[in-house]
C-alpha cells in the first residue's frame, strides 16, 4: 500500500471543508494539500439530505462564505443550491481536483518521532486501505452520523403496514401523493416537511412529545431587492451580512438577558401566526428561548398549511403502533399510511475517526476545546465546530483565518509543531455545549469535549468574541507550545511558511 504526504490533510468537503480549504489555499498556494470526502460528491450535508422542503434554517447572507457572495432574492436556500454553491466555489478556487471522494478514514495517529500524522481511511467502494500522511490536520467532518439518525424503538411498529421513513435516508422513489402522512418531532426537520408534504399529501400531521418555538421569517429580502437597484451588489451582499448577524446575535442576547420577555414575545408572535382556531398549548414550550434552536418557518409557511387545513398538530406521547397508524397515551389514535420519525440526529464528532498520539486512543471528554478549534495537548490539529445560535459557516470562515494566521506564527518561529497545553488550571467538568439543551445535544454529553473557566479554553459561542480572538489577538498566547522540527524532518519549516 502506498502512502501520499500532504502538508494539509482537510476532512470533509462540505461547507466547512471547501470553506475552510478556500481560505487556505489563497494563503499557502505553494503548500500541498488534500480534501478527504466520505462522499461521492461535493456539499456534506447538503448532499446527504434529499428530504421534502430541505433548506437551510439560516439566512444565506451570513450562512454563505463572505468571500463569496450570495446573490439571490431568497433569505432561506433549497438544499440542492447549497450543495450546487458549495461546488462551484470549490471550482472557482481550482480545489476540485484536490477532493479525494468515497474514502472513509477510521483513525489518524500522530507520530512525535516523525512529526505527522498517518491517516487510515477505506475506499469504500472497492473496500481498499487507503494510507496517507501529513503534517498538519483540519477536521470538517461535521458533528453528527451520516450512517445513522436518531430512530427510537416504537411498540408494536413492527405492525404498521404502511411505510416508517426518517428523513436523513430519504427514498428518492417515495411518492407520498393521497396518503396519510404522521411526522413525528418537532425540531427544524418536522417544521420544513410538514408544509412541503402537505402540498401532496391528503393530510399531515406533526406529533410532538413537546412544542418548539418557531418563527415566520421573510422567504425574500426585499431591503437587499431595493438597495440592489442603487448599488452594487457586492456592497448590498455585505450591508446585508452585517445586518443579519447584528440581528440574529441582538435576538439571542435579548433572549439570555430577558428570559421571560422574550419568551411572552415569541409565544405573541406564534399566536398572531396561527391564527385563533389553534389550541395554544401545541405552541408553548416548556424552556426559554434560545435554550434550544429556534426554528424558522419562511414566510411562515408552517402556520400557514395549518390554518389552511392541510397539515394540523397535536402534542401527545405514542403507546403504541397498530396496523394503520399510531395510539397515543391519551386513546386518541392517528391514521396513517406513513411515517416520518423526523426524531433528531446522532451525535458523532470529526466523522467519528479514532484520534490517537503515538498509538494511544486520546480520551476526547478529558480533553479541553482551545479557542473552539483546536483540542488541548493534540498537536497540528484543527476542528471546525460551528454555531449552535448563529450560522455554522460564520465559524468555519474565522477559523480558516485562524489556522492561516498559525501556519504564520509557525513559520516565524521555524516550529514543525504546535498544540494548546493548559497552563493556568482552567480545567473543570463542564462540557462545551452544556448550556445548551436540545435532545441530540443531551443525548451526546459523554462524547464532548470540557470547556475551562475563561480565556481561549472557554466556549463563548459568540460570533464577535470568536472573531476577535481568532482574528486579531496575537496568535502566540503562552497557551500554545511550539516545537522545533526533529533533525529527519527539518523540511517541515519550509512547509509552514507563507508565500509572498
Not at 290 to 303: S, Y
Not at 332 to 351: K, N
Not at 399 to 416: H, N, P, S, T, V
Request: include cysteine; hydrophobic fraction near 35%; charge should be positive.
Amino acid at each position: 500500500m502506498t502512502t501520499q504526504h500532504f502538508d494539509l490533510i482537510i476532512i470533509g468537503a462540505g461547507l466547512s471543508g471547501i470553506g475552510s480549504a478556500c481560505r487556505i489555499a489563497q494563503e499557502y498556494p505553494d503548500k500541498s494539500l488534500a480534501i478527504i470526502e466520505r462522499r461521492e460528491k461535493m456539499g456534506g450535508t447538503w448532499d446527504l439530505f434529499r428530504y421534502p422542503g430541505i433548506r437551510s434554517d439560516s439566512d444565506m447572507a451570513s450562512f454563505g462564505y463572505n468571500f463569496k457572495p450570495w446573490h439571490s432574492d431568497k433569505v432561506l436556500a433549497k438544499g440542492g443550491d447549497i450543495r450546487d454553491y458549495v461546488a462551484e466555489t470549490a471550482r472557482e478556487f481550482n480545489l476540485q481536483d484536490k477532493v479525494q471522494f468515497g474514502l472513509h478514514i477510521t483513525s489518524a495517529d500522530w507520530s512525535s518521532e516523525d512529526q505527522r500524522w498517518t491517516v487510515t481511511a477505506t475506499h469504500e467502494k472497492s473496500g481498499e486501505p487507503r494510507q496517507f500522511t501529513c503534517s498538519f490536520m483540519l477536521n470538517c467532518a461535521g458533528y453528527y452520523n451520516f450512517d445513522q439518525g436518531y430512530r427510537p424503538t416504537f411498540k408494536g411498529e413492527e405492525n404498521f403496514r404502511g411505510d416508517i421513513v426518517h428523513p436523513q435516508f430519504w427514498p428518492e422513489s417515495l411518492d407520498y401523493s393521497g396518503k396519510k402522512v404522521v411526522v413525528i418531532g418537532s425540531g427544524a426537520t418536522a417544521i420544513t416537511v410538514v408544509p412541503a408534504m402537505a402540498e401532496k399529501a391528503a393530510s399531515v400531521t406533526m406529533l410532538q412529545r413537546s412544542p418548539s418555538y418557531i418563527m415566520a421569517m421573510p422567504d425574500t429580502d426585499k431591503i437587499s431587492m431595493a438597495l440592489n437597484k442603487v448599488l452594487p451588489k457586492d456592497l448590498v451582499f455585505r450591508m446585508a451580512r452585517k445586518r443579519n448577524i447584528l440581528f440574529q446575535r441582538g435576538l439571542y442576547l435579548a433572549c439570555e438577558r430577558w428570559p421571560n420577555a422574550m419568551r411572552k414575545v415569541m409565544l405573541g408572535h406564534m399566536r398572531r401566526r396561527v391564527g385563533p382556531d389553534v389550541d395554544m398549548r401545541h405552541f408553548t414550550p416548556k424552556y426559554n428561548p434560545w435554550e434550544q434552536r429556534l426554528c424558522a418557518a419562511p414566510d411562515g409557511d408552517f402556520f400557514t398549511s395549518l390554518r389552511s387545513g392541510k397539515a394540523g398538530i397535536v402534542t401527545d406521547h405514542i403507546d403504541h403502533f397498530t396496523e394503520n397508524g399510531i395510539v397515543l397515551k391519551s386513546g386518541q389514535t392517528l391514521d396513517a399510511d406513513l411515517v416520518v420519525t423526523a426524531t433528531g440526529l446522532d451525535v458523532q464528532l470529526m466523522g467519528g475517526l479514532q484520534l490517537l498520539l503515538d498509538g494511544t486512543a486520546v480520551d476526547m471528554p478529558s480533553k479541553m476545546t482551545y479557542k473552539g478549534i483546536m483540542l488541548q495537548d493534540v498537536p497540528n490539529y484543527g476542528w471546525i465546530f460551528g454555531y449552535t445560535n448563529a450560522p455554522w459557516t460564520l465559524k468555519c470562515d474565522i477559523g480558516g483565518q485562524y489556522i492561516c494566521r498559525l501556519f504564520d506564527e509557525m513559520g516565524k518561529r521555524g516550529a514543525a509543531v504546535v498544540r494548546p497545553v493548559d497552563t493556568t488550571g482552567n480545567e473543570t467538568g463542564v462540557g462545551m455545549l452544556d448550556e445548551f439543551a436540545p435532545g441530540y445535544i443531551v443525548r451526546a454529553k459523554d462524547r464532548m469535549p470540557r470547556q475551562g473557566r475563561s480565556g481561549p479554553w472557554k466556549v463563548t459561542m459568540h460570533y464577535g468574541k470568536d472573531k476577535k480572538m481568532l482574528v486579531e489577538d496575537p496568535v502566540a498566547d503562552g497557551q500554545l507550545q511550539f516545537e522545533k522540527p526533529v533533525a529527519a524532518n527539518s523540511g517541515n519549516i519550509r512547509t509552514l511558511k507563507a508565500t509572498a
